[in-house]
């Protein structure tokens, strides 16, 4: 009979496995960004961060625990099955191949191997990123061994070397922030948006329970105690590495006050190590988008499978993944940045009240007022990525300036609230 609790063993390098899916680019270059923002406050900031990305993603993992299937079925008890799995689709689609894969691709080539061989053209990064990309995902049962045993452990050691010398020698002390205590919070807050792990959370907490099934352990409270031990470990990674890398950044601002994104972490790391620090950043940018690459793709073809009751199968949606990151990779890494936020802007406050409402509350029970959460969430995320593709329409961004909160960032809170309300007492009404 199969053990059905995993070893420490076993718990930890599946939890490498998914917290080395979940730090990607964007868990290198946004935190650091952030600190440098804040300066000062980077700490209250760093604490919506942390909440987006570490609070959120766990509670993510619970209610995939408690509800033991995904995050279309998830979805699909509050909308309807058909929409959950829409919802789902487009999730998975924008954390994975869609932008995810040819953003890590595309910052594999710009950031780890540019620097060193300039002749390199991105095509070629990309055709050997994608064919190691479906090597190591055909095999499913293998991912999370490839990724816990092989390849975590130095995606760790070199976040160690980097966060552990820029805590103990920093840089410079923070300088004085343009941002006010009260907007802090917020702007970190939505600065977690773009590292998605909330989103991530839900889509590969799917994936492990799947990877638990073909690894013989199929009862359901096992599977559930095993996620939630997996999936602490993860966001503790997650919280540690994320909050270090905010103080390096706000202890880097006062020396490199004219550092941009994309070149911050390299000055960061420059500065603690010397011209070694190049070839730090350059191994750590490569494990890190591979790690992600590898997780999400296995993720992908997991979630379509089963979504699709198979008519779209493992192997044939990682390959797919790969080409589509390949394809979508050669636009270079600014743009697709770009690209991502609009879409982020619409789906995270959904997403939030989707993860809280399933965790906390016996959805069939408060169907109706969490159907008002989310469609309130939904409009409101739809004004903010309106304005985020960079189209002014009046009469949204008034909408959304005179909500309450909007001047700490979340414009989406109060009119959420009031949906839940609504709902509640509309649920109440029709069950008198």
Known sequence: MTRQDLSAVGIITTGLALFSAHFGVGDIIFPGKLGFDTGSLWLIAGLGYFFVNTIIAFLGYLAIAKDRVGIAHMAGEILTPFWGKVFGAILMLVVGPVFILPRVASATHEMSILPFFPAVPIAATLAVFFLLNAYVCLNRTAVVD?????????????????????IFFPIADP?????????????????????????????????????????????QEAQKKNLIRVGFLTVVLLGLTQMSLTWLGASAGGVYPEATLGDLPLKVTTHLYGTVGMAIFAALMALACFTTSAGLTAAAGTFFEQITDGAISYKPMVI???????????????????????????????LIVIILGTFFLDVQKYHSMLLGGVFMALLFGLFDAVKEAGFIVPWMQQTTAAMPLSGQGFPWIVPTVVGLAAGLLLGRRRAE
């Open 175 to 219: 300088v004085a922030s343009k941002t006010t205590t009260q907007a802090a919070f917020g702007v970190g807050f939505n600065f977690g948006y773009n590292t998605m792990n909330a989103i991530a959370a839900v889509l590969m907490g799917g994936w492990i329970l799947n990877v638990f099934s073909l690894k013989g352990i199929t009862d």
């Open 320 to 350: 797919a993944s790969s080409i589509c990151g390949f394809a979508l990779g050669m636009v270079g890494l600014s743009k697709i940045v770009g690209y991502t936020v609009p879409f982020l802007s619409l789906l995270y406050p959904s």
């Open 146 to 166: 490839r990724l816990g045993k092989i390849l975590s452990p130095g995606l760790v050691i070199f976040i160690a070397a980097i966060a552990l010398k820029g």
